[in-house]
């Protein structure tokens, strides 16, 4: 069962665009939402977090959404550069538990 | 303060044959976690080892198995290869293992099972 879904698969974007990745969870007890950003040949790496008890957080031109409602959060990225061009990954944790990760989505910035 | 790393980077195996894959965690780092990573499924939790025991384990058969010494390095091992296995493994260490404790991931190691 998955437990975190992440929209879309691939998505292409020109300079200077907004990229927009959607994630919904399905386990309510979940209160910590990181996102991790990979780049070819590398190990994924925190991008930027988010706790259920805010309903954004900006760093730089990455933003997060959060709808504890809907059980959904997104990852926006302003001004979206050719080195933006990564897999991210969206992902969910309970305590101490590992993150449950999205399954990845794959953007590519052209330019 | 240096990475996690991962040996070997890559390799390339038959069905059948087993194989051990090495990671050093960060320096400090209690947490090792295991994951693979395929095109179509994302990343997938294998086991967290902390301080040398298993804490969590993910839904992998018991071909995949692995353990972590007192120096907190972690070995993960994988017999009677499938080729389903072929993947990108990647370990992460952190602090303390989930929730807000960030995880380190390493480059990974490239198994192609032939």
């Known amino acids: 069962q998955q437990q975190v879904k992440q929209s879309p698969q691939s998505l292409i974007v020109q300079k200077g665009g907004i990229s927009i990745i959607n994630c919904a969870y399905e386990?309510?007890?979940?209160?910590?939402f990181p996102w991790y950003q990979q780049f070819p040949g590398k190990g994924p790496a925190l991008l930027i977090a988010?706790?259920?008890?805010?309903s954004e957080k900006k760093e730089g031109r990455f933003t997060i959404s959060f709808n504890k409602s809907a059980k959904q959060f997104s990852l926006h990225i302003m001004d979206s550069q050719p080195g933006d061009s990564a897999t991210y990954f969206c992902a969910a944790s309970k305590g101490s538990y590992i993150p449950t990760f999205g399954r990845g989505t794959s953007l590519i910035v052209h330019p | 303060k240096a990475g996690v790393t991962q040996t070997p980077r890559y390799l390339i195996k038959t069905r059948g044959q087993q194989v051990t894959l090495s990671c050093s965690p960060i320096s400090g780092h209690r947490s090792v976690s295991w994951y693979q990573q395929t095109p179509g499924q994302g990343l997938q939790f294998l086991f967290e080892?902390?301080?040398?025991?298993?804490?969590n384990k993910g839904n992998f058969p018991g071909r995949f198995s692995g353990r972590q010494f007192s120096n907190s390095r972690s070995e993960m091992n994988v017999s009677t290869l499938e080729l389903g296995d072929s993947a990108l493994y990647l370990c992460a260490s952190s602090v303390g293992g989930g929730g807000e404790n960030e995880q380190f991931f390493g480059p990974g190691t490239r198994l192609t099972v032939l």
């Open positions: 386990n309510t007890a979940f209160d910590y």
């Open positions: 988010i706790r259920p008890d805010v």
């Open positions: 080892y902390f301080s040398e025991t298993q804490r």
